[in-house]
């Protein structure tokens, strides 16, 4: 079974940072790839980030230039930096494994973005 612990989401202001951490634990066998969606109220879950085992790495066109992600090999972790937020990043932020065997979710962190 495999798991998957975020933490670090909470509010901010525009302008601010926040900084989300996901590890994965379980039987994973080979890992493509990591990455964070996010779920506002009443819209669709979207893709805001992924990083492949090969480091390579691909953003909404909404987050490009303010959000970064890290991948740790080693320890199944990545992570998500992201700066100059503004109030429509407000979401639930998820934590996505892809591996072989399947894709795997975490549990959700909430992100908002207010003054």
């Known amino acids: 079974q495999v798991q998957l612990v975020e933490s670090g989401g909470g509010l901010a202001q525009p302008g601010g940072s926040l900084r989300l951490s996901c590890a994965a634990s379980?039987?994973?066998?080979?890992?493509?790839?990591m990455g964070w969606y996010r779920q506002a109220l009443g819209n669709q879950r979207e893709l805001v980030a992924v990083?492949?085992?090969?480091?390579?790495?691909n953003y909404a066109d909404s987050v490009k230039g303010r959000f970064t992600i890290s991948g740790d090999n080693a320890k199944n972790t990545v992570i998500l930096q992201m700066n100059s937020l503004k109030p429509e990043d407000t979401a639930v932020y998820y934590c996505?494994?892809?591996?072989?065997?399947?894709?795997?979710w975490g549990q959700g962190t909430q992100v908002t973005v207010s003054s």
């Open positions: 996505n494994l892809g591996a072989w065997g399947g894709s795997y």
């Open positions: 990083v492949t085992r090969g480091g390579s790495a």
């Open positions: 379980g039987s994973i066998l080979s890992i493509y790839n």
